[in-house]
């Protein structure tokens, strides 16, 4: 589902927010970026961010006791 994977376990705020932000500005307008995370505060902090900016968050899921995903769309 996801046209780009990004992997930013070992992160923490505010830089899961940037970084998942600068491999999406590469992408094209509709695609899809898979954020795998695993620091709490960024499950709920990504997700508002990228609103904030205009992308849309199709989902968060946990893939396990302390790893989620998040797929954004780039819509802006």
């Not at 491999?23 to 509709?30: A, I, N």
């Not at 709920?44 to 998040?70: F, H, Y």
């Amino acid at each position: 589902m996801a046209d780009r994977e990004l992997d930013v376990r070992g992160e923490v705020c505010p830089f899961t927010f940037v970084k998942s932000k600068l491999v999406l500005e590469q992408m094209e307008l509709g695609q899809v970026l898979r954020v795998i995370l695993d620091y709490p505060p960024s499950v709920e902090n990504v997700p508002k961010s990228m609103r904030e900016e205009g992308q849309e968050v199709l989902a968060i899921n946990q893939l396990d006791s302390n790893t989620w995903e998040i797929l954004i769309r780039k819509v802006k």
